[in-house]
């Protein structure tokens, strides 16, 4: 038998960026032994996804509103990162320790709840980003 492993996408917010990796990650995913989670670790907690990446990723035929996992900002937790696989953040710089493990790849992708971002542009670095983990 199989295990299943886990792939955990962590940022401050959990309402753009890891949202984007963890949606897109599990749609593009072709390994059925590989699931993706995102979670938030910062002080700010968004309660819903940002309208922004909702629409923007329509516009890339992926309605995150429609689908059998309820995509939603989640609260990372010990457990979260105990059954981890792969720990990817989306901004963390060399500081950034997630419960006593670095991060297996940090995406260094812009906050865009903290700046004027233009998401076209931001979707453009994270895709590039994301296939390179899904092969």
């Given at each position: 038998?199989i295990n299943?492993?886990y792939i955990?996408?962590?940022c401050w917010?959990?309402s753009w960026r890891?949202?984007m ?5 599990n ?6 032994n590989l699931e993706a ?5 910062g002080?700010?907690w968004?309660?819903?996804?940002n309208p ?10 992926i309605d995150i509103l429609?689908?059998?996992k309820?995509?939603?900002p989640?609260?990372?937790t010990d457990e979260?990162?105990k ?20 991060a297996?790849f940090?995406?260094k992708?812009?906050?865009?709840a903290c ?11 994270f ?6 983990i899904?092969k």
């Amino acid at each position: 038998m199989i295990n299943k492993k886990y792939i955990l996408f962590v940022c401050w917010h959990n309402s753009w960026r890891s949202q984007m990796a963890e949606v897109y990650f599990n749609t593009y995913n072709k390994n059925p032994n590989l699931e993706a989670f995102s979670a938030w670790t910062g002080l700010k907690w968004d309660w819903k996804i940002n309208p922004k990446i909702i629409e923007l990723l329509k516009s890339k035929w992926i309605d995150i509103l429609n689908q059998d996992k309820k995509y939603f900002p989640k609260i990372l937790t010990d457990e979260m990162v105990k059954w981890a696989h792969k720990v990817y953040t989306m901004w963390c710089m060399d500081w950034c320790m997630i419960w006593n493990r670095k991060a297996d790849f940090d995406f260094k992708l812009n906050d865009p709840a903290c700046e004027d971002i233009n998401v076209e542009e931001l979707w453009g670095e994270f895709e590039e980003k994301i296939k390179i983990i899904l092969k």
